[in-house]
């Protein structure tokens, strides 16, 4: 059974859309130099678009991995302002670990550019249209925190 934690940024207009993506590297890498943050930092241009049009507010960027699943929304407006439901603390775990994978939430009209633009930059991080929730539910529950314990990994620790 795989866990899923999620995490909500605040972004515009607290932080412009490329801190934005900065920030959600750092909360992703833990903050470590690296192979994946530099394959991250490589789609800042792609990503921040993504976030300037506001795809992750209801539909999640996810990041797979050999551990939990990982969603990340973003906050904007008076809520970016007030930052009240934003939650960007540390993860308790590596979301990066092993085989990891980034799907980013993309409007319909620019899925075709963002896809191309994704695909010469990384093998890992693809987009999809953000109507499509990955088979999960969007339900505010999830946005807020959703997390299940995997005894079996949480006794290996």
């Known amino acids: 059974m795989t866990s899923v934690v999620s995490r909500v940024v605040r972004s515009s207009p607290h932080r412009d859309t490329v801190s934005t993506w900065e920030t959600i590297v750092d909360l992703l890498t833990r903050g470590k130099d690296g192979p994946a943050r530099k394959e991250l930092l490589s789609v800042t241009g792609v990503a921040s678009s993504i976030i300037a049009d506001q795809a992750p507010k209801e539909s999640a960027i996810v990041v797979t991995c050999d551990g939990s699943r990982t969603r990340v929304y973003c906050l904007y407006d008076e809520d970016a302002i007030d930052g009240a439901d934003a939650k960007e603390d540390v993860l308790g775990y590596d979301p990066l670990e092993g085989d990891w994978a980034m799907s980013l939430p993309c409007p319909k009209d620019d899925l ?41 990994a949480f006794l290996k620790s």
């Not at 633009?117 to 807020?144: C, H, P, Y």
């Open 112 to 152: 075709a550019w963002v896809e191309r633009a994704l695909r010469a930059k990384s093998t890992r991080i693809t987009a999809r249209d953000m109507v499509s929730t990955l088979g999960e539910s969007q339900s505010s529950a999830t946005k807020a925190q959703v997390f299940t314990v995997d005894i079996e």
